[in-house]
């Protein structure tokens, strides 16, 4: 059982930069695609950006294309989400997903979840 703890989540004025962490507790890591997602209020949870085992091929969606940048690092079994250019929109509970998958785009597609960190844009 894969478990995934995420960190860096936080209050950020309109415009600010945070950097979440997914820190995973197998070595199993380095072989399972890495997918953020997030869920606000009232919404479902919708996908934000993933990146495949080894990091060679990533997807963004198209809300934070340019803005978010995903990134890992097998030897830490770390997953990181650079965020910048934040906005009231990005406002949400963020989650790590793990997946056999080569680059889980669906929340359908992750095999372990973390317990999600929440991001907060002030206007």
């Known amino acids: 059982q894969v478990q995934l703890v995420e960190s860096g989540g936080g209050l950020v004025q309109a415009g600010g930069s945070l950097r979440l962490s997914c820190a995973a507790s197998e070595i199993t890591f380095s072989r399972l695609g890495i997918g953020w997602f997030r869920q606000a209020p009232g919404k479902e949870r919708e996908f934000v950006a993933t990146?495949?085992?080894?990091?060679?091929?990533?997807y963004s969606s198209d809300s934070v294309k340019g803005r978010f940048a995903i990134s890992r690092d097998n030897g830490k079994a770390t997953a990181y989400l650079q965020m910048n250019s934040l906005n009231a929109d990005d406002t949400a509970v963020y989650y790590c997903?793990?997946?056999?998958?080569?680059?889980?785009?669906?929340?359908?597609?992750?095999?372990?979840w973390g317990q999600g960190t929440q991001v907060t844009v002030s206007s």
């Open positions: 990146i495949s085992s080894r990091g060679g091929v990533v």
């Open positions: 997903g793990a997946s056999w998958l080569l680059t889980p785009r669906s929340a359908r597609e992750v095999n372990y």
